[in-house]
């Protein structure tokens, strides 16, 4: 794997691949774009946990009731807690890894400092 110009392990471990420009330029539009909205939704879901008079909560509710459930107290607010925290995890995930990219022509700095 070392000798694989495109995949680098730098000194703390982290594997950096190499794309061209375009892609890289995309990857970390859209992987940002995406971290964002997860971590957007997630303060949301955590909103509908919190307060009793949530608007997600409340449709989440009313769609229950369209059925004939009747949730409402804990469960509810243990499931929105659970779902926020995915999001959150899964937001956090996505930019991690879109992260992990370079651009081929922004070089490498183990390699430019001499190091081997």
Do not use: C
Not at 33 to 43: R, T
Not at 51 to 72: E, K
């Amino acid at each position: 794997m070392a000798d694989d110009p495109n995949s680098d392990v730098n000194g703390n471990g982290r594997r950096d691949v190499a794309v061209p420009m375009e892609l890289y330029k995309s990857i970390t539009v859209f992987s940002t774009l995406l971290a964002v909205v997860f971590v957007l939704l997630a303060f949301v879901m955590f909103d509908a946990a919190t307060l009793g008079r949530s608007f997600v909560r409340g449709v989440v509710r009313d769609a229950f009731g369209v059925v004939g459930l009747s949730v409402g107290g804990q469960p509810l607010t243990i499931a929105f807690a659970l779902v926020g925290f995915a999001f959150l995890v899964t937001g956090s995930g996505i930019y991690i890894l879109g992260s992990r990219f370079r651009a081929t022509e922004m070089g490498n700095a183990k390699h430019e400092a001499g190091e081997e």
